[in-house]
């Protein structure tokens, strides 16, 4: 693995997006750069060291020096089950109106200011099966929508906390200009 250099070396590994707290997730990647050439076997013997519950899945090994890979996507998936508080036909018509809205104005707090941004043009997909509601959300420079931004849209009310704990990361991935969908490993 590769170090910085000066005084204190750090690996030079960079995680994608963050995941927040309380969320799950099935797709968390990072890039890791090496100081020589990679062998597969090199993959196995991190996967062996790895803390529990933490594994590497697939890797893809880059040879040129390439925009990293969280900073690449623009898309993230997630899924929330619904079925404790609405029925399908109130949330699918919760989410139409949603998806109707030509401008979205929420508040974001920071650290000093608050500030009203439109998150419509983040909001790329919102649909509901018998389980659950699934959300296409931007990131990056795209437009930027928290999922849990879209549970206070659904009216949650005293069940805006319980939902925000069965937040589940799906997919985190890149669509092109041409609107093809690339996934993380093929970028």
Request: glycine fraction near 6%; charge should be negative; include cysteine.
């Amino acid at each position: 693995i590769a170090y910085s250099q000066g005084f204190n070396p750090s690996m030079k590994l960079s995680f994608g997006p963050p995941l927040p707290l309380g969320f799950t997730s099935e797709c968390e990647i990072f890039d890791l750069v090496f100081d020589s050439i990679v062998m597969p076997y090199m993959i196995e013997n991190l996967k062996k060291v790895l803390p529990e519950g933490i594994n590497i899945i697939d890797f893809k090994i880059i040879m040129t020096k390439s925009k990293s890979l969280g900073a690449a996507l623009n898309r993230i998936a997630y899924k929330v089950p619904y079925q404790k508080f609405w029925n399908y036909e109130e949330i699918q018509n919760k989410l139409d109106n949603i998806l109707s809205q030509e401008n979205i104005l929420i508040e974001r707090v920071g650290k000093n200011k608050t500030t009203e941004i439109d998150i419509r043009q983040g909001i790329y997909q919102l649909n509901v099966d018998n389980e659950f509601i699934t959300m296409t959300l931007g990131i990056g420079t795209g437009g930027y929508v928290k999922p849990t931004e879209i549970i206070d849209l659904l009216d949650a009310k005293e069940n805006k906390e319980y939902l925000a704990y069965q937040i589940h990361r799906q997919a985190m991935y890149q669509v092109d200009d041409d609107g093809n969908k690339i996934e993380s490993l093929s970028i």
